[in-house]
């Protein structure tokens, strides 16, 4: 397959249509094709078109690669626009996905809705990617390696040049007589990628003349089969919800066959935004919080990710930071008070019922939290109740018990913002009342 302008206009308008088109440009042989064939479509495309160059600074010529970008954008009459990072090392990560994360981040920020970034990933690109997960024992997911089309933020992110082969695009480029820069980077066979593309292709090509292409439909074969995975996975989402908002039912869970269930465990990750598990934490999850006992409160961690267990529901959380339950913070009453550990703040508001506002104006008042062993007179009820046994009738899980802000007025629990007002606090009838209102840091 050749790459020509009307090859490429015939991809895009494949495409859905958007208001604005951002050309990922390294200043690569693969992006400069790109950019040039896409250049002599742009009168018939629904959008304008843009260069973005991401400078990462990682090499000795990232500002003569830049200034190449920016010169040829101006050759070409396009937009361009450089985004500076900076890259900030994290144990454990390579350099080479460091890289690509930030710069995929950055991108992420700059595309809007209704617009699509463009990046310049070809067949073979493809090929090494299926591969590179090959031997990584990725699962159906992995295997489809770069989709066509995908959702990226508020827009999309496309790329048209993917059932291209790279000598098309080489060819295309010698045909213009265009100019690249080219990255050290690419040459050294340390990165993973650059080894499947120097010593690992060459020689699947010399047995198999095909091999890219044949790769790559591998590659839009398992596509297709996570297509019909991810839709079962939604149909078993909607009949396995959990008791909680965003939770999952664990014995609805248990009624699935493992392989539906691992599929499911994935999928609802995705769907929250969490980093996916892999194969030893998705056997955790299940050995440890899927068959633990009803009343225990086991914990899965991977990267900022935790999985808990709480009766019938499975938690997809954050990490909390550190909290100490033992502080005791002072407050005047009047401004809004902010938590620590992350929790928010508390804002007093006048309310039909809560806190008698004349005690209110003479008191001390403390925010504490539960050390254990605290009693509350609940309205209508002749005898004090444990704070323990009313978090567990309210449902509360108990990684949440020790965060909730407990209010004391002299000394003695008042007030659990957002559930009760304690006796003798409670206004009398015709009185002013007030309660303090918990917002949530998420909120």
Request: charged share 25%; with cysteine.
């Amino acid at each position: 397959m050749k790459l020509t302008s009307n090859r490429l206009l015939s991809i895009m308008q494949g495409l859905p249509a958007a208001h604005r088109y951002h050309l990922a440009f390294s200043g690569g042989l693969d992006s400069t094709a790109l950019l040039h064939c896409l250049a002599g479509v742009r009168d018939r495309l629904p959008g304008e078109l843009q260069a973005l160059h991401v400078h990462h600074g990682l090499q000795a010529d990232a500002d003569a690669w830049g200034a190449h970008c920016k010169a040829l954008c101006y050759d070409l009459s396009i937009p361009y626009q450089q985004i500076e990072l900076t890259l900030i090392s994290t144990q454990g990560q390579s350099l080479e996905a460091m890289a690509r994360d930030a710069r995929y981040a950055a991108l992420a920020d700059v595309i809007q809705e209704g617009e699509m970034l463009l990046t310049a990933q070809h067949q073979d690109d493809q090929a090494e990617t299926l591969l590179l997960q090959l031997m990584r024992g990725s699962g159906p997911a992995g295997l489809a390696a770069m989709p066509r089309l995908l959702g990226f933020g508020p827009g999309w992110l496309a790329r048209p040049l993917l059932d291209v082969p790279r000598a098309a695009v080489e060819e295309y480029a010698r045909q213009y007589r265009l100019s690249w820069v080219e990255d050290p980077s690419n040459r050294d066979q340390r990165f993973d990628r650059n080894f499947i593309r120097q010593r690992v292709m060459p020689l699947l090509r010399d047995r198999w003349p095909a091999a890219s292409a044949t790769i790559a439909r591998s590659a839009r074969l398992s596509g297709e089969l996570q297509g019909l995975v991810n839709d079962q996975a939604t149909e078993d989402l909607q009949s396995v919800r959990g008791p909680w908002p965003g939770t999952l039912s664990v014995s609805g869970l248990l009624s699935l066959s493992p392989a539906r269930r691992r599929s499911l465990l994935r999928h609802w990750v995705r769907e929250l935004g969490g980093a996916l598990p892999g194969s030893r934490h998705l056997r955790r999850i299940e050995d440890e919080c899927l068959l633990a006992r009803r009343d225990a409160t086991p914990l899965v961690h991977w990267g900022d990710c935790e999985v808990r267990r709480f009766r019938d529901g499975l938690f997809l959380l954050r990490p909390q930071p550190p909290h100490d339950p033992c502080q005791v913070i002072p407050w005047s009453g009047v401004e809004s008070l902010s938590l620590p550990s992350d929790l928010g703040r508390l804002v007093l508001e006048a309310t039909a019922a809560g806190i008698s506002w004349q005690q209110w104006l003479h008191a001390r008042v403390e925010v504490r939290f539960r050390q254990g062993g605290e009693r509350c007179l609940v309205a209508g009820s002749k005898r004090h109740r444990r704070l323990k046994t009313l978090f567990q009738e309210w449902q509360v899980p108990p990684w949440d018990r020790e965060r909730i802000p407990l209010l004391f007025i002299d000394g003695e629990l008042a007030a659990i913002p957002g559930y009760l007002c304690c006796e003798p606090f409670r206004a009398l009838p015709g009185e002013v009342a007030v309660m303090p209102r918990w917002v949530k840091s998420e909120e």
